[in-house]
């Protein structure tokens, strides 16, 4: 089936630096991706969709140039969370969707950022 | 906007007995998935649904889609402790978006 590889798994850093999360697929290509939050015990937040070779597309209420996203191939995507702070501390979640198969969405690992 | 709400957000049963959650769109959906996620995982795809009143089943999981295509259940068989997680429900609007809405999930525990 369809794989999504995100790095990393986890990551703390200090704030006001920023942190780049990685979002792969595997053995597909992707044109579209999506980057989710969820905070502990609840939903995925639709943060933005990542669009190859274009800009990609916010979620109302979501900062663009706090959650920087680049989808430069059709197998990468990134989010860069610039100037962390520890309200940005969350667990982020890319998805991605191989339309040659009947696999719904395929999610990445989730990376867990803790900014401190 | 567009919400999915689903009910119930906890539940809580022993091992042997039913489990059924629910999943209601104030709009019509093009198609319901249905995800689990275990406790510090990821969400992980089960099912489609596509067609209006289209049921599903995956040994013990029924997965029913209605005919309004606004909502869907999923009903577990006789739980098992490895039935553990948070179940959610998600779909695409009508018209082509791909955008994934997602109900708020049902935890899911079961007492062995």
């Known amino acids: 089936g369809a794989v999504v590889s995100q790095h990393p798994s986890w990551v703390i850093c200090k704030s006001g630096t920023s942190v780049k999360i990685e979002c792969r697929s595997l053995?597909?290509?992707?044109?579209?991706m999506f980057w989710y939050r969820q905070f502990p015990k609840q939903s995925l937040m639709l943060m933005a969709t990542?669009?190859?070779?274009?800009?990609?597309?916010?979620e109302q209420g979501v900062e663009k140039d706090k959650f920087l996203i680049n989808h430069a191939s059709l197998t990468l995507s990134t989010l860069t969370v610039t100037s962390a702070h520890p309200e940005d501390s969350s667990f982020y979640i890319c998805?991605?969707?191989?339309?040659?198969?009947?696999?719904?969405?395929?999610f990445g690992s989730g990376t867990r950022l803790t900014v401190v | 906007g567009q919400q999915v709400m689903q009910i119930p957000q906890y539940q809580h049963v022993q091992e042997g007995e039913d489990f059924t959650t629910y999943c209601n769109s104030s709009?019509?959906?093009?198609?319901i998935q249905w995800y689990k996620q275990r406790p510090g995982g990821h969400p992980v795809f089960l099912i489609q649904l596509v067609k209006s009143g289209e049921v599903k089943k995956q040994k013990r999981l029924t997965f029913q889609f209605g005919e309004a295509k606004k909502n869907s259940s999923l009903h577990i068989t006789a739980t098992q402790t490895t039935d553990v997680g948070t179940y959610f429900c998600?779909?695409?609007?009508?018209?082509?978006?791909?955008?994934?809405?997602f109900g708020k999930g049902t935890k899911l525990t079961v007492n062995p």
């Open positions: 990542s669009n190859e070779g274009s800009k990609a597309t916010y």
């Open positions: 998805s991605a969707r191989d339309w040659r198969a009947y696999y719904g969405y395929t």
């Open positions: 998600a779909g695409n609007l009508q018209g082509g978006s791909e955008k994934l809405v």
């Open positions: 053995d597909f290509q992707a044109t579209t």
């Open positions: 709009t019509t959906l093009s198609n």
